[in-house]
């Protein structure tokens, strides 16, 4: 059996609310409430929600720009929450990012050329020769060209600039990468450009993804595995064909069926959602969907379902694949109505 490459376990991130003028303490927003997966090498892990949900939060505390509230995070067999700044830098190595915004994580003063060169310097390649020589050979990989080098970010295109942000992101050669809705500000004729280089990059280094993204029809297009992130907690982790063939949680139920399909001919009964998404400074108590779910128990109202396997590979939390609630005809109706 593969050792995962990543393990996340309880990884929670409480923001704290703060009221009057002393700033004293009123609140927490739970961002992150107890996340926990597993990321193998080689694989792409995509994570949907909707915009709130702490998916992006959840990238940005494995890379340790965010500072977990509690949990572990485990990679390589090294734990990332336990090290220095300096151990921690050093780790950033293996673990790199690709921002949602290609011109707002690009620095406009330096040219391409420098931007490229400054990771390799921070982890210690001092021949300048050979940095300028990765730096034209990484911008031919992305589908750019060495005299892109010299110019500046804002001389550029969103896809453009998105190829540049990939190719900073492989110049240390790491073994994960988190793409943070990495083509979300792209053009859809440039998103499948950008998608389709991150596979080929993929295959050709022997990358691991986390691809964190709110287009279900992208997500399911790059990923082997899918988790639904709702209010700070997985909701449902499987394959991705499972997923997108047989939902499990209401929740996924409904995300799936508001995705436009390309067919003039195909109807789909559209599962709308009544109510807002709660606060994550105030949720609701047991299962954070229960104030939106149409299959809701009483149950629901006071215990947090666990994520549990119904089958193999595919795990959900909800109270109608629990064992106590297994005979319910509400988990009836949910199978009968996947999507």
């Not at 998916?55 to 067999?77: A, C, H, N, Q, V």
């Not at 921002?99 to 400054?118: C, M, W, Y």
């Not at 982790?237 to 003039?264: I, N, R």
């Amino acid at each position: 059996m593969t050792k995962p490459l990543l393990k996340v376990e309880g990884l929670k991130k409480y923001f704290p609310v703060k009221k009057g003028a002393l700033g004293r303490i009123k609140g927490h927003v739970k961002a992150v409430d107890g996340v926990s997966f597993d990321v193998y090498p080689g694989e792409t892990l995509g994570i949907v929600g909707e915009s709130g949900c702490g998916k992006s939060t959840t990238g940005r505390m494995i890379m340790r720009l965010l500072e977990p509230t509690d949990g572990r995070i485990e990679f390589d067999g090294k734990e990332l929450t336990a090290l220095g700044a300096e151990d921690m830098r050093k780790m950033r190595r293996d673990v790199q990012m690709v921002f949602q915004d290609p011109f707002a994580s690009l620095n406009p003063r330096h040219t391409v050329g420098k931007i490229l060169e400054e990771p390799l310097i921070v982890h210690g390649m001092k021949n300048a020769a050979e940095r300028k020589k990765k730096v034209r050979e990484f911008l031919e990989i992305v589908g750019l060209s060495e005299y892109h080098a010299a110019r500046y970010p804002h001389q550029f295109s969103g896809g453009q600039r998105q190829r540049i942000g990939i190719a900073r992101a492989l110049m240390t050669n790491p073994k994960l990468i988190i793409a943070d809705e990495p083509v979300s500000a792209l053009d859809v004729s440039i998103q499948s450009q950008v998608l389709n280089l991150m596979q080929d990059l993929q295959r050709y280094f022997g990358l691991t993804y986390i691809f964190i993204a709110h287009d279900l029809g992208v997500v399911r297009h790059i990923s082997d595995r899918v988790g639904v992130m709702y209010l700070g907690r997985i909701v449902e982790l499987s394959d991705s064909e499972s997923l997108y063939a047989k939902p499990l949680h209401p929740y996924t139920q409904a995300l799936l069926s508001a995705v436009p399909v390309p067919d003039p001919g195909f109807e789909r009964e559209q599962i709308v959602l009544e109510g807002d998404i709660p606060s994550p400074a105030n949720p609701p108590s047991g299962c954070p969907f229960h104030t939106r779910c149409p299959f809701r128990m009483d149950v629901c109202m006071t215990d947090v379902p666990p994520l549990q396997e119904t089958e193999p590979g595919h795990s959900v939390a909800c109270h109608l694949y629990t064992e106590e609630t297994a005979g319910n005809d509400n988990k009836k109706l949910v199978t009968e109505g996947s999507i």
